[in-house]
Structure formats: C-alpha cells, structure tokens
C-alpha cells in the first residue's frame, strides 16, 4: 500500500500552506468523555483520517519520521503528516500531538507507544477511550503498538481495510515488475534486525479448554447450573480439583461449585472472557472470549 501513495504522490503539485507546528488546541470540555487515537503516518492518509473521524477522536496522537525539515528527501513524510492533519481537523476541532521519532526502530517504537499510554492513563484514568491504529505505519510501529495495548486496560487495537486503492490492478505489473520479473516494492534490503520483546504469557490451556466446553454447552441449551458444568469438566478430563476427603459427600460437590465459581468463572470476567447474562447463573462470552477460542489450544 505504500507504493499507492508514492504514486499519488508523484501527482501533487500543491504545497500545503499550513505549516504550524500544532495545528489546534484542545476542546474539552469539563467532564468530557476523552477518545483518544494513537497513529503512526507515512505514506497513507485515509487509514488514519476514516478511523479518527469514525471514533470521534478528540486528541490524536501522530508518530511520524522527519529527519530534517529542510532536506528534500524527508519532505515526503512531512507531507502525508500534514495531509493527515489537515483532514482530521477538517470536519470538527480535534487536539494533534506530534511525535517525530524513528519509526523504522521497534525499540524506540515501543518506548513511545508506552510513554503516550502511560501520560494518557495518568491524565485521564478510566475517564478516557484510547483507540490504537495496527493498519497504518511501519510494520515496527505496527509490532510494537500491538505490544503496548495488551499491557493497558481500556485500549481498543484496530485495523482498517481498503476498500479502493489509488493504483489499478492493471498498473501493478508496470509498478512491482522489472524487467519482466516480479521485484516487489523492494529491490534491495539491508540485513535482518533481531527484535527484542517482553514475552506475553499464552491463557493457561486448561483455562481455556474449559471455557471451549462451557460455550458448547452454552450452543446446544444445556443446563448450565455449576454442578452440571462440573460433571461435564469432568468427563472431558479437564477437571483437576479434588475437594479432602471426610464429611459428607453433598460437601464434597459444595466445595466443587465454589472451586469452579473462584477458579473459573471469577478469572473468565476478570479477564473479559465472559459477562453475566440474563437470569442468574447464565453467562455469555464475549468477543475477546471467541477471540481466545479461535487462536489457543484448538487441538
């Protein structure tokens, strides 16, 4: 997609005269509700202005890349940022914060994705909805911000398709072709640049093997009281708990029930995997709870 807009850039002949460095001032107002959008530009505009306009963000952060105002071959990126800018604020007053960084550096992506989280968290608490962008940028910015929105509460990572390109499919070849050869964007490339991450642990596996029995209990309308879960954690093999012996049996199943509420059910909402339903004992998984079905442990 970057090559759409060096094409379309090519075209443009108009210098944008809006030049100031911060193009507007915040407009919240007392007790407003923040929606915050974090973004990184280089040569797209549409993946950014749609989704800021969409969420009605009211602060935009913007990363983009500027060695050197002055030197040509860095104004490209100055460019698209002030495109980008211009657009967003076009429709409604909307806060810009500029951050001109080495987008192309995944370390220095992750400490400012990190630094622009944390400000906001601290300004705002639970106050604030922070809208991450994955879809625009380097595919450094994408990775890390990727990172930095699993380690907050209340961020929301999105992605944009393309719903139309600048260049045709008959184009393509001439573009991406040479000499009669497929080439790509790239023609050459400087050598591999390890990433260094802090791992993220995967959902403990019996966690969410249990969570994939209750929500196929929960399609085929079975009863879905603790004690019917349980006996059917238990015939799947996924049932680890075994309450001390002595007492009475009915004990035994109590201890079980409240065993599946702490172990299970309470850690399922706590991590967003499931919400109360209507009617008491019913519960329902949310998209972040298909989410984890979808990816772990499938076998």
Known sequence: MIITFITSIMLITRKLDYMAPS????????????????????????????????????????????????????????DFYEEVCEQICRAR???????CEKVYDFSTMLRTMLSILDS???????????????????????????????????????TVGTREFTVSPESLKSLYYEDGRPVGLSKEVYSPRRIHVHRTEM????????????????????????????ERLKSEGLWTYEPKSGGRKTDGRQKEVMYY???????????????????????????EGRTVLDIFYRD
């Open 120 to 158: 906001e968290k601290k300004a705002n608490g639970p106050n604030a909805d922070i809208y991450v962008n994955l879809s625009s940028g380097t595919a450094e910015y994408i990775s890390a911000a990727t990172v930095a929105s699993m380690m907050f509460e209340g961020v929301t990572p999105f």
């Open 23 to 78: 193009y507007i001032e915040a407009m919240s107002e007392s007790g407003r509700r923040e929606r915050i959008l974090i973004a990184c530009v280089t040569f797209e505009t549409a993946l950014v202005v749609h989704p800021a306009a969409h969420y009605e963000a009211t602060k935009v952060h913007i990363i983009h890349y500027v060695k050197n105002r002055e030197d040509d071959k860095y104004s490209i990126y100055q």
């Open 203 to 230: 959902p403990a596996e019996n966690s969410v093997k249990c969570l994939r029995v209750l929500d196929l209990m929960i399609e085929s309308k079975c009863a879905l009281s603790s004690s019917k879960i349980v």
């Open 261 to 287: 509420q702490r172990h299970f059910v309470d850690d399922w909402i706590g991590r967003g995997w499931i919400e109360k339903g209507q009617g008491r004992g019913k519960y329902l998984l949310t998209e």
């Open 93 to 99: 007053p909307v806060e810009i914060a500029e951050h």
